[in-house]
């Protein structure tokens, strides 16, 4: 046994200081195991605080305090090894960078070190150089390290404004003083010399086209802690941009400055501590460097965190508070660069208000830094001035914004009740391509959760069981802004509803409609009912009409109703069309119920809105108008309509005569949800089914992320149930699934997909792939479940929904006169279609109509079926078909949740 084996790493340390000489005769081994013993025990009893709910500037904290004992040991080492000189003693420093350099080290994130000279680099110095480097690799640190002389960092700082801002938090472990004082000296200098440049890069992420787009959503239902809008990110630039700025490093010193208010700061830094521990326990547990808030995760770190373990509803609270969270700190950016702006004095009026008070400013609207008492004066001033934001297009600065914050004590229930206010408010809401951006800034200073109490009730409330990927806060007011991107919407669609926005009768109907919708939904799941009980609440407080209570409840009360027709009834029915239109009684309830269905789905997550659904809500506006107006002829002349002619015209020679025929066989459902493009490629596809029994074609759709893939072939039991197992044993998620079939007996089935592990379009390999696997299923007769069962063992996914959301099972027979619609709710899963279809397909149901869904990786599946030639209303039956699907939908027990029994969602 080695007379080392018994030293531990402090006293190594000691050794190395005061015997080089003996430190030389310990063999490397027991060193590194030493260091490694030691660095094990400190992480560890950090991990311990963590686990104990120490806040996460702590841990950050503790962990770089350990890092610098084992960083200035290692290095002592190295002194001792090489035997270093003291004239290169007095030439080097170590020093931390980064995250690291700020005392934030997270518990498996990079240690950023920088060797640090005068002077030549010589062989004594190279030396201590090839000491260091293995050895802090050998020791498990993920290692971001670099030997740089002290003009050639400054020099990469002056040219690299990343390098600038690693630099700009250096921080001295070991070495001369006057080293690390030459590398402070020629940071100042960069940062006078190019202030506005810098400032011109640390402002870039201010504006959301400057991030990458996988990071620009606040509310991303998967976000990355760091980069994501509202990360931590924002928290660096802000800090870096108050140092560049106010020579300050901490919100506590702009605080003392007088800059940020004692409330905003407390605000600031618990969002910060929070977004710290969440990150703090992915590393802790995964054991890697992640950042990326999975769904698995946000299960684990709400029951880790002692939000419960009541599956969703912990989960929901949880996300309530990170996004409360991230919204605190990208609010910190943005106000962090106000007050910059404020610094430069630089600000130029671009014309005055013909009121007086009011002046746009480098595009901001501004009330000036004198008179504090302006608003105490007056209060229905408040509400004027985010009418002006309105009316101008222009948010307010930040002085103007904080001057509303310091004054939100004027907004009680006499401003609540106001005659003028409300008529500003109305006003303001009467304006619908403008009244987006005033109303997020009034949520934003907390003037609209004043004005309306019931709207801070839902602020931040999470709700993924309602196929939203945002609060309820945020889905409203951006609801409320896709009214004002109609303007910019092109194609038919987005002609049919700017027509029907210029055609509206009293516009702040339906905005205020958009504004109550979903209220109801702080008292939990069932929100219509409490949501029609708010607006008559908040309608009597404001002073409203009984008249324009009464409209703005109707569309409250019906706001799913059109969306839910459109997408899972079969519109073709005219029972269904005129039972509808009968709910909505008159043209103009109609027209806003339109607008508000787009603006509802629009906000649901990140390209939820499409064409395709576009398509299908015009097709049951314009049939139930016809109704409505007197006009209920429908006749097959849909394909005489300019689509079906552009479909002629960019039809080949070959394909033009048949076009008519193809589209009047499939129907007006067919026609509606295809574009020309799509339509011809489904004629070849059939061509080539007919010649060889089988055809596939794959579109990429690149500015979706999504493959359109296009079955046909002869149709037969159980086949739709066969392809969607041919998609998920290639992993593919399906996103959306129509099927048709030719009165010769021909499937046309098209599916939506994704790849399942990368969200993205199909390689041609996997197109290849899933069309051998087609050829062995449909036409030589393999199990498709023999194909399924190898891919379960490929990718987890298969077994796990994406989303934690609650089942529903619900059977409606009341929908057709012919078959029961079946509809199913659910986390999406690869694979999920398969298990239903195959359910069905084992009990003997054949469906000629689905129509299947997939928002914010949450699913809603309708299915027309019949058992035999009837309905299915046989209770046992609907039992017996429930308990079978619940059982594939949750295979592996994930189901925390216990299917809802629901015979009419």
């Not at 062989?123 to 090839?130: Q, Y």
């Not at 992420?205 to 606040?218: G, M, T, V, W």
Request: charged fraction near 25%; include cysteine; aromatic fraction near 8%.
């Amino acid at each position: 046994m080695s007379e080392f084996s018994e030293y531990s790493f402090l006293d190594l340390v000691k050794l190395a200081e005061e015997d080089p000489a003996a430190f030389r005769d310990c063999p490397p081994r027991e060193r590194l195991a030493a260091i490694q013993g030691h660095y094990r025990q400190a992480w560890h009893a950090v991990q311990e605080r963590h686990s104990a709910g120490s806040s996460g500037r702590s841990v950050l904290t503790r962990l770089s305090k350990s890092a610098d004992e084992l960083v200035r040991g290692i290095v002592k080492f190295g002194l001792a090894e090489a035997d270093v000189s003291s004239a290169l003693r007095q030439r080097i420093a170590v020093v931390a960078l980064g995250g690291y350099g700020r005392g934030e080290l997270s518990p498996r994130s990079d240690l950023d070190l920088c060797l640090l000279y005068t002077g030549k680099l010589d062989a004594e110095l190279g030396a201590l150089n090839d000491f260091l480097v293995p050895i802090f690799w050998d020791v498990g640190f993920k290692m971001g390290y670099v030997l740089h002389r002290v003009d050639e960092a400054m020099a990469l700082a002056a040219a690299e404004p990343e390098v600038f801002t690693s630099y700009s938090q250096a921080r001295l472990l070991l070495g001369d003083d006057g080293v690390f004082g030459e590398l402070e000296t020629g940071v100042d200098e960069i940062q006078h010399a190019q202030s506005e440049g810098l400032m011109t890069f640390l402002r870039k992420r201010e504006s959301l086209e400057n991030i990458p787009e996988e990071y620009q959503d606040l509310y991303h239902p998967e976000p990355d802690l760091k980069e994501n809008v509202g990360g931590l990110r924002d928290a660096h630039i802000a800090r870096w941009i108050i140092g560049l700025r106010r020579g300050v490093v901490t919100l506590d010193d702009l605080e003392k400055l007088g800059e940020l208010r004692a409330e905003d700061n407390l605000d600031f830094q618990e969002s910060l501590d929070f977004i710290w521990r969440v990150r703090n326990e992915l590393h802790f547990h995964t054991g890697k460097p992640t950042d990326r808030l999975t769904f698995a995760m946000q299960t684990h770190v709400a029951n880790v965190f002692g939000y419960g373990c009541d599956g969703q509803t912990a989960i929901d609270r949880f996300m309530q508070d990170y996004y409360g969270a991230a919204r605190s700190l990208r609010r910190l950016l943005r106000l962090v660069v106000g007050i910059a702006d404020q610094a430069t004095g630089e600000q130029s009026a671009q014309g005055l208000s013909s009121r007086g008070r009011v002046s746009v400013v480098d595009g901001e609207l501004s009330i000036g830094a004198h008179d504090p008492q302006w608003f105490a004066e007056y209060p229905p001033r408040l509400m004027e001035l985010f009418w002006e934001c309105g009316r101008r297009m222009a948010p307010l600065d930040h002085v103007s914004s904080e001057r509303v914050k310091e004054n939100l004590h004027l907004v009680g229930s006499a401003f609540q009740s106001d005659d003028l206010v409300r008529r500003f408010f109305t006003a303001l809401c009467s304006r619908p391509h403008h009244a987006g951006l005033a109303l997020r800034q009034a949520a934003e200073t907390g003037l609209l959760a004043r004005y309306i109490p019931e709207f801070a009730e839902v602020e931040g409330v999470v709700r993924y069981e309602d196929f939203h990927s945002y609060p309820v806060d945020e889905h409203t007011l951006r609801a409320v802004e896709a009214i004002a991107a109609l303007q910019d919407m092109e194609g038919p669609i987005g002609q049919l509803l700017q027509r029907t926005l210029e055609h509206l009768r009293d516009p702040h109907i339906l905005m205020i409609a958009i504004l109550c919708h979903d209220l109801g939904k702080a008292g939990g799941e069932e929100h219509v009912e409490e949501g029609v009980r708010l607006v008559w609440q908040i309608c009597e407080r404001m002073g409203m009409s009984d008249e324009d209570t009464e409209r703005i409840a109707f569309l409250v009360e019906h706001h799913m109703l059109m969306n839910n027709i459109a997408m899972y009834r079969d519109t073709d029915d005219l029972d269904i069309v005129s039972e509808f239109a009968k709910t909505m009684k008159t043209a103009d309830r109609l027209q806003a119920l339109l607008l508000l269905s787009y603006a509802d789905l629009s906000a649901v997550g990140p390209n939820v809105w499409t064409e395709w659904k576009g398509a299908l809500l015009a097709k049951l506006y314009l049939k139930s108008e016809q109704i409505l107006l007197g006009r209920a002829h429908f006749d097959e002349a849909f394909w005489l309509s300019p689509k079906a002619k552009a479909i002629e015209s960019a039809a080949s020679d070959a394909f033009r005569p048949h076009v008519s025929d193809h589209v009047q066989q499939l129907g007006e459902r067919y026609f509606v949800a295809f574009s020309p493009r799509e339509v011809l490629e489904h004629m070849e596809c059939l061509r080539e089914a007919r010649k060889s029994g089988l055809a596939v074609h794959c579109v990429a759709n690149e500015d979706t992320g999504t493959s359109d893939v296009v079955v046909c072939t002869r149709n037969c039991h159980g086949l739709f149930a066969k392809i969607a197992g041919c998609l998920s044993s290639q992993l593919a998620d399906v996103r959306r699934a129509s099927v048709f079939t030719t009165p010769d007996g021909y499937a046309v089935d098209s599916f939506t997909v994704v790849d399942a592990a990368n969200r993205r379009t199909l390689t041609a390999g996997q197109v290849s792939a899933l069309t051998r696997t087609l050829h062995d299923v449909l036409l030589s007769d393999e199990p498709v479940q023999t194909h399924v069962d190898r891919a379960r063992n490929r990718l987890f996914s298969l077994n796990h929904a994406h989303a934690p959301v609650p089942t529903r099972i619900g059977f409606d027979n009341e929908a057709s006169r012919t078959d029961t619609v079946l509809d199913v709710e659910t986390g999406d899963r690869t694979g999920l279609l398969y298990d239903i279809a195959r359910v069905l397909a084992g009990f003997g149901i054949d469906f000629q109509s689905s129509h299947v869904a997939t928002d914010a990786r949450q699913v809603r599946d309708s299915f027309y079926i019949r058992m035999g030639d009837t309905k299915i209303e046989d209770e046992a039956i609907q039992a017996d078909l429930r308990f079978q699907l619940t059982a594939v939908i949750q295979p592996t027990g994930l189901g925390s949740f216990d299917p809802v029994i629901d015979n009419k969602l």
